[in-house]
């Protein structure tokens, strides 16, 4: 499943998270995005794949989890 696919089953299922998420194309902008959506930077988690990639693991304010591979 590529990226455009994962947004789109996101959007499905939860139309407004699918919107915020859906500009969102770095890290930068998605660490710029991730207070003003109650996200606490002390339960981000980056885990590192291999020397150019990562998982990074955003805890919502509702309990659910939001992942992003990052390169």
Do not use: C
Request: proline residues 6%; glycine residues 8%; hydrophobic residues 45%.
């Amino acid at each position: 499943m590529n990226y455009a696919e994962q947004l789109a089953d996101l959007t499905a299922t939860d139309p407004h998270l699918g919107a915020q998420v859906a500009g969102l194309r770095n890290l930068e902008a998605i660490l710029k995005w991730a207070p003003g959506a109650g996200v606490a930077f002390a339960g981000i988690d980056l885990l590192q794949q291999d020397e150019y990639s990562y998982d990074l693991f955003l805890p919502l304010p509702d309990s659910r989890w939001l992942t992003f591979g990052v390169s």
